[in-house]
Structures are given as C-alpha cells and as structure tokens.
C-alpha cells in the first residue's frame, strides 16, 4: 500500500519515488471536454457561415418586393433586340437582365413571329388575351403547333428548341430565371444579326 493511505500507487526507481497518477472518470471528462470542445465551435461555425451564405446567395436569386400593378400601370417600351421588332414588353417584377427571378409582358401584333429559338432556362408563359401559338422543332411549321387562348399556360424546358406566332394581337406573361438568353436555332434568324 502507498505511504499516502492508498490514493496513488508509488514505484521504486534507482532508489527514486516516482508517483503513478491514476485519471478518475472526471478527470477524462474533463480532458476530452477540452479537446472536443474547440472542434465542435469550429464545426459550428463553418456551418453557420454556410447557411448564412446559402441564405445570402438564395435571397439574391429571389429577392422581392411588394409589386401591385393593374394594366393601366404597366410602362410598355420595345421589347429587346433579340426579338423581332414590333413587340412591346413590360417588367412586371424582377430585370429579365439580371441573375433572379423575372415576370414581363410581351405585346405581340397581328402577324409576330419568332423563329426556332432555346432559352437556358425554363421558360413559363400564359396567355393574357388574344391567341398565342406555340411549336416545337427546328423548324417553323404553323400545322404542328399548338393554339392557346387567353389564360392558357405552357412551360418550356431549358434547351427546347421551339418557335411562336400570333395570329391578332397578343398579350403573353413570361415568368423564369434571368438573366434571360434567347439563341436562335438558324443565326440567320437573330435580329440582332440583321443589325451588323
């Protein structure tokens, strides 16, 4: 037994007393505390900062305000160069331009027509008042399109190739995720290469 009462077992060296300390339970606890601890923060804190940058990048993509328009609200201006001219387009919400959630209007005369075209991105559109045609391919072809009165929806996935066509004016809402792309199937058919 130990000189000390039998707390700490004691070893005979060379004629030296070396003391053997013996960890109790509280002892570890204490010890892992202090070395896990310190992992755990950091571990919370890379996460933290995940979700607040996820938050971040999520709300730049979606970010919203309160928008309350009525038709006689909306400001039609040209619609952009990469459609046929003779359109109107209105923002309803969002800059088709930008990385984020858009709506627009498209004013459409009797006789539009847009080539074979694909967007990036999915493409949502309703059909406000008059008749809006829609079709699939790489080539215009009225006969395998589709017809939509008012209040008729369609959505188009991304890299559909697909053309439209207005046979009396036409209003259309388009809703995806800017910034909004149009490539056409035939260059030749771009507007914006008539301009060059």
Do not use: C
């Not at 002892?27 to 979700?51: G, Y």
């Not at 004013?107 to 967007?119: D, L, N, R, S």
């Not at 004016?169 to 507007?191: C, L, R, T």
């Amino acid at each position: 037994m130990a000189a000390d009462g039998g707390r700490s077992p004691e070893l005979r060296r060379s004629g030296k007393l070396i003391s053997v300390i013996q960890p109790t339970q509280k002892t570890v606890k204490k010890i892992a505390l202090i070395l896990i601890l310190p992992l755990v923060l950091s571990l919370a804190a890379v996460a933290a900062q995940k979700k607040d940058a996820s938050k971040k990048s999520t709300e730049s993509a979606t970010s919203e305000q309160h928008v309350v328009l009525n038709p006689a609200d909306l400001k039609w201006g040209d619609a952009p160069p990469g459609l046929p001219p003779g359109a109107k387009l209105a923002v309803l919400a969002g800059d088709p331009n930008k990385k984020g959630l858009f709506t627009v209007r498209l004013q459409t005369p009797a006789g539009y027509k847009v080539p074979p075209h694909t967007h990036p991105t999915s493409e949502h559109i309703t059909v406000i008042s008059g008749t809006f045609n829609i079709g699939t391919g790489d080539k215009f072809d009225e006969a395998a399109g589709k017809e939509m009165g008012a209040g008729g929806y369609m959505v188009m996935p991304p890299g559909m190739k697909h053309y439209a066509w207005t046979p009396a004016e036409a209003i259309i809402q388009v809703q995806g995720m800017g910034p909004f792309v149009i490539k056409y199937v035939n260059p030749a058919d771009d507007p914006r290469n008539a301009k060059q």
